[in-house]
Each structure stands twice: as structure tokens, then as C-alpha cells.
């Protein structure tokens, strides 16, 4: 054989073996590139809910409730509050009293100039304390039964209803991913009265209907922060410095007022003329993951969708664009005085969907959001008014970005 023929078989053989090594080379950067595309998009459709899909994490964060021992006015159960009120367009009734508005049709009501007028006025005299605004049959369990009734004895072990923590007042979940990764828990609370505090012997602040909560921020599916509502405001803080039962962060609802903090004990807040204060403790502990309507909900379809865990959650009544109580009683109603500007009586509050559910920061309120790092620093907040059932006034009311309810089908 040739030396030509010998050097062009060693090039050839070299060319083929240098071709095989960029094959295989070529091979496994496709395989981690596939791998890696896989894994983001395995990850986000863990971690981002689509669709109706609630995240486990969602759960697994939740927070517990104190509620205050000493409490008069317990959860309830927006459905029964529904079946004891009666609409009026400010002072006039809409509909008879025996013609109770749905969870599946509250929304009607907005076809009367947009709803915000609305009201849903208590069928009874709210100073007579009926057990439906009472709520005590709401109190949450605190020593479940040591047997179980036949229809416990389940597969999956005891109903919900046996377990510590449960109330029979659903609270209520929303779910809403915004950008960069970003999920916001909204757990809402509903009471069917608030008793408002004192200032000098004398009470104000009183309302039907009454609208706390609180949210859990996730990112990338970890807890970084959580907020408390209060009255019109609130305060954040990072997930690490809340207390926790394991994962889970406790928080306290005060007494009468049901403003939530993340201690026990007294919490001052001011007023033009005075200093108020809510009171916490170590009442009841109330776990909403045992019993919730839970949803999703698209900042940009404006959708409420009833979530995977209760499919047949009813999502009509969220977009009432009324109040959930009494308008304020005009000062020739035996129940109602004012002093120095202030009413005993105010009106009942908005709904969830007025809670600045698109909110960029944790904090409900806008401008500057105080995320503070440790449960030391509980610094006075400064309260200019009581307004609206302790809410947002009509001029202030916070709607998700591009929300209109209008748009909404069926209204």
C-alpha cells in the first residue's frame, strides 16, 4: 500500500472520530438543554396555578386563627347572612323580606346603578342580638370527639367537622398569580357583626356585615411575606418573623372589631380625638383549610373560578358590588347618636373584591409598604377616620387593575 494511501486512511479515520466526539458532545448538551427546559416548565406548572388549580403550597402555608376568648360576635356563614337581610337601594327595600338574595345571584343587585348604593339590611333588630349575627354555633372546635359516628369512620379517617380547629362558617380562599413568579393567598373572613370600640365610655364603629383578611405571598412557591388586615389598613411582615405552628403562620383576630394581628395582646391605634385600642389572645384557634370556598382568580379576565378543592363553590356573589350590611341609621333611629363627627352606626362594609386584590406589595394600602422583619416593632399606626364600616369609602374603593364589573357575565 501506498504512503499516500496510508495518510489519507489516518485522515479519514481522524476526521470520523473527531465527527463521532462532536455527536456525542452535541448529544448530551441536547439532553440537558431538554432536561433543563423541562424542569422550568415542570416547575412553573407546579408552582403557578393555572386554570382552577390551587397549589399544595397554598395549603401547606395557610394560617391559623386566634380568635379572641372573650368574643360576642363569631364567624358566620355568608349564606345564612344572606337568608336574614333584605336589600334596600339606600333607605328603600328592593324586594320583599321572604325574597332572600343567593350566593348564586347576589349579583343581580348591581343592575341597580351598579350596586354600590346597595345595601343588605338586617331582617332583624340588630340590637336584640339574634343567634344568626351571634355566630356562637361557629365557634371552632377545641376538643374533638374521642369516638367517631358511623359516617366518620371514612377510608380517609374522620370529616373535617371532627377536627380541632373546624368551624362551620366557611372562610373564603382566592388565589392570584401576578408576575415574577409572584402568588398571593387571600384568606377572607366573614362576620356577620362588628362591635366597634369605645372612646371615652362611649361605643362606636358598630356595623353589619363585617370583612376581614389576610394574605400569604409566595414566590417561586416559597412564603415571603404575610399581611394582616386592620380596620382600613394593616401591617406585612416577612414570613420569618411571624409565629408559626410548624409552617404555618398564626395570626389573631381582636375582639368586636375582628382586626387581625400578629400578636396577642392590646394594640393601640389613634383617632383625631383619642386613643382606641383592639385586644387579642389565645382564644379559639380556627383552621379555614377545614372548611373554605376556595377559588382562583385572573387579574386579567377579571374570572373567578370555584378552585379544584371545591368545584362547586358558588362565585356569583363575589362580584356584588354593594354592601354587606345595614346602611348607616339616620340619627332619628333610637339606636343611632354621633358625637364629635362620629356614628355608633356605620355602614356595613364592601366586599372581597374591593380588598386591592391586584396589589403590587403585600400591604393593602398605597404608598410606602412597611415589610418589617420581627414582631418588636408593633409602632402605633395613625387612623384619620372610622369611615365606611371600618372600609374603603366610594372614592377610595380598590379594584384589581382593569376590573370592571360590569363587564362581568350576567350583570
Known sequence: MSLTSELYRFIYHQYHVKMIVRRRKLAVKLALFLSFTFVLSFSDEIL?????????????????????????????????HLNHTTPYLNYTPLQARTDHPTLNNLDDLN??????????????????????LVGKKNIPVTDPPTGFLAQDLLKDGPQPQTKK???????????????NGIVDAFWFYFYSYNLGNTVFNVRFGNHIGDWEHSVVRFQQGKPIAVFCSEHSGGRAYTYEAVEKRGDRPVIYSATGTHAMYATPGVHPYVLPFG???????RGPLWDPILNSHTYTFNLSTNKLLASNITPEAPTRWF??????????????????????????????????IFKNLGRRTVCQSWGVCDLRDNLDDESV????EIGEGDDWDDDNAVRPPTLHLEEHEGL
Open 48 to 80: 403557578t396555578p393555572s386554570g382552577n388549580e390551587i397549589p399544595q403550597y397554598v395549603l401547606d402555608y395557610a394560617p391559623f386563627v386566634h380568635l379572641f376568648s372573650g368574643e360576642h360576635f363569631w364567624p358566620c356563614d355568608i349564606a345564612e
Open 319 to 352: 362580584y356584588y358590588a354593594g354592601h354587606w350590611g345595614d346602611k348607616f341609621y339616620p340619627l332619628t333611629d333610637s339606636r343611632q347618636y354621633t358625637f364629635a363627627g362620629q356614628f355608633h352606626y356605620v355602614n356595613g362594609p364592601l366586599g372581597p
Open 275 to 281: 386613643v382606641l385600642h383592639d385586644e387579642t389572645d
Open 165 to 179: 380547629g373546624y368551624s362551620d362558617a366557611p372562610a373564603v380562599l382566592v388565589v392570584i398569580p401576578k408576575e
Open 111 to 132: 343592575k341597580w346603578g351598579g350596586g354600590r348604593h346597595v345595601f343588605l339590611q338586617s331582617n332583624d333588630d340588630v340590637e336584640e342580638r339574634p343567634e344568626w
Open 381 to 384: 399606626p395613625t387612623r384619620i
